[in-house]
């Protein structure tokens, strides 16, 4: 089956440092895939996404690239910033199957 | 900007009570999740429903768990009766036939 495996948690930066989380994946099929942030206290939001293998999504000087090769798609930010504590969630969902598959987590603690 | 509305945001029962979650989707969505995220985990699939009908029930305990969306616009999951592995965070979300899933904040559920 479909699965995603996160870096593990939790991390913990001082602010302005340079960011990688870890997301590696299992699909059947081609898969779409995505990264969520969920901020203390509210649900799920979308944070970028990517489609087709060596697309770049981007957001809030987040970037992650879709690797087939590697079945990859790490999240990073070349300087983190004191709001972008959170918890982040990699995800993917195949053609004709619309539920998202989320690996486990990664907490994100940045210290000022 | 329009948004996915869950409630009660938290809910605390006694073991073998019922209990029922409401999720009301961003007005036009056709498509409707409910997932469940244990504590230190990703999101997980319980029911998808298109419009009213159920598209994915795979995941959902059936012997004590049941989601309707009678008009295929609101939502209700219910548990009954209900056990203390069920504490979680209930998640609703709704798409425009499957593209991009947006959130509601969650139901907490603690059962004692």
């Known amino acids: 089956g479909d699965s995603v495996t996160q870096m593990e948690g939790p991390v913990t930066l001082s602010e302005e440092a340079f960011l990688t989380i870890n997301c590696t994946y299992t699909a059947t099929g081609y898969p779409s895939l995505f990264w969520y942030v969920q901020y203390p206290g509210e649900g799920l939001q979308l944070l970028l996404k990517a489609t087709k293998a060596d697309d770049k999504g981007s957001n809030k000087g987040f970037e992650a690239t879709y690797r087939k090769e590697t079945t990859s798609f790490h999240l990073e930010k070349g300087s983190v910033q004191v709001s972008d504590s959170a918890v982040y969630f990699c995800a993917l969902t195949t053609f004709g199957n619309e539920k998202l598959t989320f690996g486990t987590g990664t907490r994100l603690t940045i210290i000022p | 900007e329009a948004e996915v509305a869950q409630s009660p945001r938290y809910k605390i029962t006694e073991k073998s009570q019922a209990v029922a979650f409401w999720c009301d989707p961003i007005s036009g969505h056709a498509t409707l999740y409910w997932y469940r995220q244990i504590l230190g985990q990703g999101p997980e699939l319980l029911v998808q429903?298109?419009?009213?009908?159920?598209?994915?029930d795979s995941q959902l305990p059936k012997d004590r768990f049941s989601a309707e969306r009678l008009k295929g616009v609101d939502s209700t999951l219910k548990i009954q009766p209900a056990e203390l592995g069920d504490s979680a965070m209930y998640l609703c979300a709704s798409s425009l036939s499957g593209d991009e899933q947006y959130f509601g904040p969650g139901t907490r559920l603690t059962v004692t």
């Open positions: 429903f298109q419009d009213e009908s159920v598209v994915d």
